[in-house]
C-alpha cells in the first residue's frame, strides 16, 4: 500500500524553527516527485517545496525561498522540510505528497496524498 507519513508539526514562535519528515513507502522512490503542501483556513492548498532524485533540483514557492528547504534521504525514503524564520502566516496544516515527475517544476497535482501535520505560527 502507498503511504505517506508526515511528522513534525507543532507550535511554535515567530521567528522559530521546525522540521517536517515525510516517510514514504509502497511505490518506487525514484519515479516520483516529494512535494510538501499546505493549507490555511479558508486558503487554496499551496505547493511549498518538492524535489526528486530525477534531477535534486528543489523547487520553492516565492513564499518560502530562503526559509525553507527541502531534503531527501533515499535510504530511509524520507523527505525532509526544514522551516526557519517562521512566520504567523506560514500557519497551515502541511501535507506531503508524490507527484508525477512531470509536476516536479511546479510542485502540483499529487498523486498520492499523506494525512497532514499541522504547524501553528504564533506571533
Known amino acids: 500500500d502507498v503511504q505517506l507519513q508526515a511528522f513534525g508539526g507543532g507550535l511554535v514562535q515567530a521567528g522559530g524553527s521546525l522540521t517536517l519528515s515525510c516517510a514514504a513507502s509502497?511505490?518506487?522512490?525514484?519515479?516520483?516527485?516529494i512535494g510538501w503542501f499546505r493549507q490555511a483556513p479558508g486558503k487554496e492548498r499551496e505547493g511549498v517545496s518538492c524535489?526528486?532524485?530525477?534531477?535534486?533540483?528543489?523547487y520553492y514557492a516565492d513564499s518560502v525561498k530562503g526559509r525553507f528547504t527541502i531534503s531527501s534521504d533515499n535510504a530511509k525514503k524520507t523527505v525532509y522540510l526544514q522551516m526557519n524564520s517562521l512566520k504567523p502566516e506560514d500557519t497551515a496544516v502541511y501535507l506531503c505528497?508524490?507527484?508525477?515527475?512531470?509536476?516536479?517544476?511546479?510542485?502540483?497535482?499529487?498523486?498520492?496524498w499523506g494525512m497532514g501535520t499541522l504547524v501553528t505560527v504564533s506571533s
Open positions: 509502497g511505490f518506487t522512490f525514484d519515479d516520483y516527485a
Open positions: 524535489i526528486s532524485n530525477y534531477d535534486g533540483i528543489p
Open positions: 505528497a508524490a507527484l508525477r515527475l512531470r509536476y516536479r517544476k511546479v510542485c502540483a497535482r499529487g498523486e498520492f
